[in-house]
């Protein structure tokens, strides 16, 4: 059912004794490497649309009349043509990026 692979992640891949030595090596080597990223994440990609007027919003929406039976009807037809995307914005706080690899506080 769900081949994610995470139970082989311990198994050890040397054919002798000192198998624990090289483990510890590349923890240490994988600890220095993660001190040059900052868990810490600055900017973010915005999820608002600028519209052809100039608007800013999530959705935008248009309302049409549809005539049925003699009847009038309004409707709301989502326009998502000529949307253009807010692009990347900048954070008032920093957050903690999801994907840091060390443990920050233990509880």
Known sequence: M????SKSKGASSGSGGDSGSVGSEQSVARLKGARNATPFVFTRRSSLYYDEDGDLA????EET???KNGRK???LKRIQKNLIPQGIIKLDHPCIHVDFPIILCEG
């Open 2 to 5: 769900g081949g994610s692979g």
């Open 65 to 67: 009349v549809v005539t």
């Open 73 to 75: 009807k309004s409707k």
């Open 58 to 61: 999530h959705e935008f929406y």
